[in-house]
C-alpha cells in the first residue's frame, strides 16, 4: 500500500543530557504541535540531573490521545551521535514513516511539525521521490538567526521558490536541530555513525544521504534553540574548557576528509586547523592534542549501522 | 488494457495518431510504470529515436533521459497519466542499482523507434571492436577457416554442456545478504494477494516480439491461452524494434516489453510482484526468457502452487547448452519441461539426470496436416533444381555455407540450379558483402518478409538447412508438408526427421562439399529427390505420433484451469 500525505506518520526522536529544564520545554512544545508526531522517542544518555526519574513520572502521567511514548534510558552516555543512532533505530523499529530529530535544547514552534511534512511533500511532488530529509529554520531564543544551524544551500538553492515555493531552499549538510528523515533514508543509507559521540555526526550524515539528491530547508517551520550563546564555531576558539569537544571534532571531520574524501581533503583540512589554532593562538599542548587526534583520524573510520541489522559494537 | 488514466483526452488522440506498434509499446511502457509505482503520476516525454536504436521502455535510462534529453532529443509527445493500481504491498520508489541510488524526477523518458527500423541498422551501426572487426573479415573472406575454428569452440561447447553444475541459489534477501557485497542490507518485501475477483491470467515469458521459431511457438500458446479462458500477460526481455507487437494475436492481451536493467529491489523483481498482485495467476510458460528464469525461485517461494512449464527448443554450443542449462539449472522451480525433439529430451534427462516425468517430447507438428494430406511436389523444370534457404539472417543459420555452396554448385553445373534465399535479419549486409564476393549475387534471388514463405517452398525443389545448429526446425516441417525434400546439417535433432542419405558433416566444409553430392544426385534423378521425400515424409508420421505441442499444452492450460 502507498500512503497519502495523511496516513504518514511521525517519530519524534529527542536526545537528552543533563538539561533538565530545557527538556521540560521542549516536550511541552512536542505536545503543542498542531500536527501531533505518533511516537514520542526520548532516549535519556544516561544523565546524572535527575532526567531519569521526571521521565519516568512523565511516562506514568502520559495521557496524550493517539500519541505512543518510548522512553530510552541509555546505560551509559554515548553522546548526541549515539543516543541519535538509538532513537532513529527505534523509531524505526516502530514502523515510522518519518523520524523528526533534535536535540534537548530546541523548541519547535507549535506548526513546526506539520510545516515540515508539508515542505517536505512539496519537494517530492516538484523533485521526484528521493527527498533525503527537510530540516527547519533554527532560531536563537531572541528571533535571530542561530549562528551554529545554518544548512549549507545547493548551487542551485532557488529552484523550488522558482517553482512558487518560497519556503523552501534545497540544503545538503545540516544540523541536528528538527530535521525530518524519511524511513527509506535510513535503511538505504543507515544511522549516523554512533562511534562519532559528538560533533560533525549531523554534517557527516547529512552529507552521506544528500549525495543524489539534496534536502529541504523549510523556512516556515521553526525551532527555537535555546543555546549559551549564539556564536558560530572555529578551531581558533579552543581553550582548555572547551578542548574535549574539539577533540572529537577534529577526530570526526579528519576522519571523514580522509576516507570519504581522500587525502588531499584530509590535508586541506589539516592545513586549515593548524593555521586557525596558530592564529587564534592556542596554547602549544592543546594544539598538540589535537594533532594527535589527526593521527588518529587515519584509523578512525567506522562502518555504518542500519536500522534493519543488529548495531555493530564500538570498538 | 490500462493500469493508468491519461491527463487528457487530446493526448489521447495524440497517442492514437501514431502507429499501432508505437501506441503499443507506448502501453506497454506506461503499464510497467503505473504497475510498479502505484498511485502515481508520471510525466511522460515519449521520443523518437533513430532506427539504430532500441526502444527504451523500462531501463534506467528512463528514469535519468540519458538517451534522450540528455542527448538534446525533443519529445515527440508529452502526458501526465496517473496510475489507477491498487496495490496489495508497499511499492517503493525508491531503487538502486549497485551502489548508485537511481534518481527519480517524477519524469519518465520513453524512447521509441520508426516502424522501419530493423536489426540490420542496429547492426550496421554498433561499434566495432578490433576482434569483432577482424572476425567480420573472415565471416566474408575466408568463412570455411573460420568455421573449422568455430567447430573447434563447438566441441568444447558440447563437452561443457554435459558438464553438471550445482542448482541455482534462490536470489533470497538472505542469500544476498550473507554475500556481503550490497550497498545495504536488504529487507524482505512480500507480496500481498490478489483481489477474490481478479481476472485469471496466464503469464507467457518470451524472448521478443519478432520472428523465430520459439516465438512462432509462443504466438500459438498466446491463442491457446486466450481459449482456455485466461488472459495471456506476455513478458518479453530482450531488446528489439518488437514489430511482431502488431499481430492480431496480441489483441487483448497485456504486454510488458521489459528493457534492461529494471527498477528492481534484492528479493523482490517488482513488475512480477505487482502483476501478482493485480491478477489471479494460474500459471507460467516460459518460452526463451532468461529474465523471467531468474526470478522463477520468487514464484515458488511465495505463490507455491502456480504451475511454471517451460518450453525448450535446441541445445546451443554456448553458455553450457543456453536455455536448457538455464531450465536444468532451476528444475526444483520448473514442473514440466516441454521440450520439441527427442535430442533434448535425451540431453536433459540422461545427461542431466532430471526426472523423466517432468520432461515431455511434444513435437511442434501440426497435426491437421497428416501423412494422408501431405503429398509430394513434383520438380518445377526437368534442367533446373530450386535450391532455397529459409531463416532469419542470422549468425545460427549459417547464411555463408549456403552461399558457398551455391558458389560451388554454379560452378560445377552452370546454369543448372536456381537458388532462393528467404528471410531477413541482422547479417543482411554480411549476405550481401559474401554473395558479391563469391560472384552470386545474380544467381541467389533474395526474398524478404514482403514474400509468404509458403510461396518460397512453392516455387522451390529442395529445402537446405545450413544451421550451426537447431532444435527440429519448424521449416523442415514446412517444406515436408509442401511436398519437397530437405537437405540438412547434422545439427540437433535434425536426424529425426532427415534419414542418413539427407543429412552432411556438421563443418561448412563438410556442410558444403555433403551437401553439394546430394544435390547432384537430386539433380540427375527425380526418384532420388521423391524417395528422400518418402523417407522423411515416413519419419514425420513417426514423429507426429507424438502427442504434438499444441494438443499437449492445450491439456496442460485444462488442468491449470481445474487447479484454480
Known sequence: MTKNNTEQTVAAVVVTFNRLEKLKTVLQSLEAQTKLPEQFIIVNNASTDGTDQFLEKYKSNFSLEGVQLEVIHLPENVGGAGGFSAGMRRGYELGADFVWIFDDDGYPQPDALAKLVDGFNTAVDELGPDVPFACSMVKYIDGTICEMNNPVPTWDWGRLQALGHSNLVMVTSASFVSVLIPRWIMEAYGLPYKEYFIWFDDAEYTLRITKVCPGVEVLDSVVMHDMGVNKGVNFSMIDEKNAWKFAYGVRNQGSYRLHHEGKAKFLLFCANVAIQMRRGGVARKLRRQMYSKMWEALRFNPSVDYPQQAAKEVE | ?564
Request: contains cysteine.
Open chain 2, 1 to 564: 488494457m490500462h493500469f493508468y488514466e491519461l491527463d487528457s483526452l487530446e493526448n489521447r488522440e495524440k497517442i492514437n495518431s501514431l502507429s499501432i506498434r508505437q501506441q503499443r509499446l507506448i502501453e506497454s511502457a506506461v503499464n510497467y510504470h503505473s504497475l510498479i509505482q502505484p498511485g502515481r503520476t508520471l510525466h511522460y516525454k515519449i521520443y523518437m529515436g533513430e532506427s539504430w536504436q532500441y526502444p527504451r521502455l523500462t531501463d534506467t535510462s528512463t528514469l535519468n533521459g540519458v538517451l534522450t534529453e540528455s542527448a538534446d532529443l525533443t519529445p515527440v509527445l508529452e502526458f501526465d497519466a496517473t496510475s489507477t493500481v491498487q496495490p496489495h504491498s508497499v511499492f517503493s520508489p525508491h531503487y538502486f542499482s549497485g551502489d548508485e541510488q537511481i534518481l527519480d524526477r517524477n519524469i519518465r523518458y520513453i524512447l521509441l523507434t520508426p516502424d522501419e527500423a530493423t536489426d540490420i541498422d542496429v547492426e550496421a551501426n554498433s561499434p566495432r571492436r578490433k576482434l569483432s572487426r577482424i572476425y567480420s573479415k573472415l565471416e566474408v573472406h575466408a568463412p570455411v577457416l573460420l568455421d573449422d575454428m568455430r567447430e573447434l569452440r563447438r566441441k568444447q561447447g558440447e563437452a561443457d554442456g554435459r558438464k553438471h553444475e550445482k542448482h541455482m541459489e534462490a536470489q533470497t534477501v538472505e542469500h544476498v545478504n550473507a554475500q556481503g557485497d550490497v550497498q545495504h542490507p536488504w529487507v524482505e518485501v512480500i507480496p500481498g494477494t490478489p483481489a477474490p475477483d481478479a481476472t485469471k491470467a496466464v503469464i507467457i515469458a518470451m524472448h521478443w516480439l519478432q520472428g523465430g521459431g520459439a516465438e512462432r511457438w509462443a504466438l500459438e500458446t498466446v491463442d491457446l491461452v486466450k481459449k482456455a479462458g485466461f488472459l495471456p500477460v506476455i513478458i518479453t526481455d530482450r531488446d528489439s524494434h518488437q514489430p511482431w507487437i502488431t499481430r492480431p494475436e496480441f489483441d487483448d492481451t497485456l504486454i510488458i516489453n521489459l528493457t534492461m536493467p529494471l527498477q528492481e529491489r534484492v528479493g523482490d523483481p517488482t513488475i512480477l510482484r505487482a502483476l501478482f498482485e493485480q491478477f489471479n495467476v494460474c500459471g507460467l510458460l516460459i518460452h526463451h526468457c532468461q529474465w523471467v528464469y531468474d526470478n522463477i525461485w520468487w514464484v515458488k517461494k511465495y505463490f507455491p502452487r502456480t504451475p511454471v512449464m517451460d518450453s525448450l527448443h535446441i541445445v546451443e554450443y554456448k553458455f553450457g547448452g543456453g536455455y536448457p542449462r538455464e531450465s536444468v539449472l532451476r528444475d526444483n522451480w520448473i514442473d514440466i519441461h516441454h521440450v520439441i525433439s527427442p535430442q533434448l529430451e535425451t540431453w536433459m534427462t540422461e545427461i542431466h539426470g532430471i526426472n523423466k516425468d517432468k520432461v515431455v517430447d511434444a513435437p511442434l507438428v501440426d497435426l491437421t496436416v497428416n501423412g494422408e494430406d501431405r503429398t509430394y511436389q513434383k520438380r518445377h523444370s526437368d534442367d533446373k533444381l530450386t535450391v532455397a534457404f529459409v531463416g532469419r539472417l542470422a549468425r545460427q543459420k549459417r547464411l555463408e555455407a549456403f552461399i558457398l555452396l551455391a558458389a560451388k554448385m554454379e560452378k560445377m553445373h552452370p546454369g543448372a540450379y536456381r537458388f532462393i534465399m528467404h528471410g531477413s535479419g541482422s547479417m543482411g549486409l554480411v549476405r550481401d558483402e559474401i554473395a558479391e564476393r563469391l560472384g552470386v549475387a545474380d544467381i541467389i534471388e533474395f526474398r524478404g518478409n514482403e514474400t509468404k514463405v509458403s510461396k518460397t517452398y512453392e516455387d522451390s525443389d529442395v529445402l537446405v538447412i545450413s544451421s550451426i545448429n537447431e532444435g527440429i526446425t519448424l521449416t523442415t516441417i514446412e517444406a515436408l508438408n509442401a511436398g519437397i525434400p530437405v537437405l540438412s546439417a547434422n545439427v540437433g535433432s535434425q536426424y529425426t526427421l532427415i534419414p542418413p542419405q539427407g543429412l552432411s558433416g556438421r563443418s561448412t566444409r563438410q556442410f558444403v562439399r555433403d551437401t553439394s553430392r546430394s544435390l547432384e544426385h537430386l539433380l540427375t534423378d527425380e526418384t532420388n529427390r521423391k524417395n528422400l521425400w518418402n523417407a522423411e515424409n515416413a519419419r514425420l508420421n513417426q514423429f507426429a505420433q507424438l502427442e504434438t505441442a499444441t494438443a499437449f499444452v492445450s491439456r496442460v492450460l485444462e488442468d491449470w484451469k481445474k487447479n484454480d
